[in-house]
């Protein structure tokens, strides 16, 4: 079974401060994602990677930057913090395909609290 | 655009009802795939099913089923006799056919409550 592991399950953190959210998969997958989820708003996009060193913007990447330096961990960090960034944020990752029909796995989530 | 709407923002049952979740989507594009997903409490979506547009028959998988229909663009989620675990949030999401590697459209999730 594919194991999207992130780092915490909850995080409280204050405004202005340097956040790291972690994810690790154990897959092997090429793409990785961040999502966060908000009540009434669904899930968004953050960020997504398809490849080591390699990220693309996805539908609300303001105020958030990514790294991914190995295959398996992909980070989400929001550079200074802010109360409108309290929110559920879900890892994802899924085989790279051709045919864009290859589910993503998803991480327990974290939720953030920023005050 | 591309789009999905679960019209259905929450439903509560009583165990062993039948219930159906509706998602409808909109795209223009002939090629394209379905997911369902399930968020228990705990937090994780755990993926269910895919669908690809050009096989439009029905699945079963235990007490699930999921019927795709192409001319109205539903792809709708039946539980029958539902139990109390089946109590979650259930998504449905749309994927283009060669679109980007991130381009997973989801709607905002239909919430289940099933009541002992």
């Known amino acids: 079974d594919v194991k999207v592991t992130q780092s915490s399950r909850y995080l409280v953190k204050r405004t202005g401060e340097k956040v790291f959210l972690e994810c690790v998969q154990d897959?092997?997958?090429?793409?990785m994602f961040w999502y966060r989820q908000d009540p009434g708003l669904g899930l968004r996009l953050i960020y997504f990677s398809y490849d080591v060193k390699m990220k693309e913007k996805g539908d609300i990447p303001e105020g958030y930057s990514v790294s991914r330096e190995k295959k398996e961990r992909f980070s989400l960090i929001l550079e200074s913090a802010s109360t409108n960034q309290t929110s559920m944020y879900l890892c994802a990752s899924s085989l790279s395909d051709h045919f864009s029909n290859q589910p993503q796995h998803f991480g327990d989530g974290t939720r953030l609290s920023i005050l | 655009a591309q789009k999905v709407t679960q019209a259905q923002t929450e439903i509560s049952v009583v165990e062993k009802e039948d219930v159906t979740l509706d998602c409808v989507y909109e795209t223009r594009d002939t090629t394209y795939y379905l997911f369902w997903y399930k968020q228990p409490p705990s937090g994780e979506l755990v993926f269910l099913i895919r669908?690809?547009?050009?096989?439009?028959q029905n699945e079963i998988s235990g007490r699930y089923s999921w019927n795709f229909q192409k001319s109205t663009s539903s792809f709708n989620f039946t539980i029958t006799a539902s139990q109390v675990v089946d109590s979650a949030v259930y998504f449905c999401?749309?994927?283009?056919?060669?679109?980007?590697?991130?381009?997973?459209?989801f709607g905002k999730g239909t919430k289940l409550s099933v009541k002992p």
């Open positions: 897959m092997d997958h090429e793409n």
């Open positions: 669908r690809n547009s050009f096989d439009e």
């Open positions: 999401a749309l994927r283009l056919y060669g679109g980007s590697q991130g381009n997973l459209i």
